[in-house]
């Protein structure tokens, strides 16, 4: 069954049948391989994207029933350059192979923070960031990079 996808801004025609999984059309139709599969159940959020601009785990989210935009941690390179410097002079880059969930889920909450308090931002934080796993960092360097940016959400970076 073909299916009409936009992903970071571009329409593509895909094929998907049933159930198969968004993640699997991103990696294996249009080559986009920052997207990671580690569970495929919808439990470790390394396949996180945003569609309509939530993050959603695009491992459980069937291809065919997506009818908003799809963005990609290839697509919000630019956008996310500052957060991933942070992650990097913290310490919150380890093995990476949950990075592309947390960069993408990252983006969401500094969007969703952006005009929020910063009374009890680092518990907000840390509750969004929860369902993306990391094995490697014990998330206290991913809170404190994200919790650097949203207060500081115009501060020059290195080379991205």
């Not at 299916?3 to 895909?14: C, K, Q, S, W």
């Not at 470790?44 to 993050?55: D, N, Y």
């Not at 009374?119 to 998330?139: I, K, N, P, Q």
Request: glycine letters at 10%.
């Amino acid at each position: 069954m073909t299916h009409r996808l936009e992903v970071n801004g571009a329409p593509f025609d895909v094929r998907a049948s049933g159930l198969e999984p968004l993640s699997r059309v991103l990696r294996e139709q249009l080559g986009l391989t920052g997207t990671k599969v580690a569970c495929g159940r919808g439990e470790c959020g390394a396949c996180t994207v945003l569609v309509g601009g939530r993050p959603r785990l695009s491992c459980t989210v069937p291809a065919v029933l997506v009818r908003e935009p799809v963005r990609t941690v290839e697509d919000l390179a630019d956008e996310t350059a500052q957060l991933r410097a942070e992650f990097a002079d913290r310490g919150a880059f380890q093995c990476g192979f949950c990075t592309p969930g947390q960069v993408v889920t990252a983006w969401a909450v500094l969007r969703d923070e952006a005009d929020r308090p910063a009374d009890g931002r680092r518990e907000r934080v840390a509750h969004a960031m929860s369902g993306v796993l990391c094995r490697c960092t014990g998330y206290q360097a991913i809170t404190a990079a994200i919790c650097h940016v949203a207060e500081t959400p115009d501060e020059p970076t290195g080379s991205p």
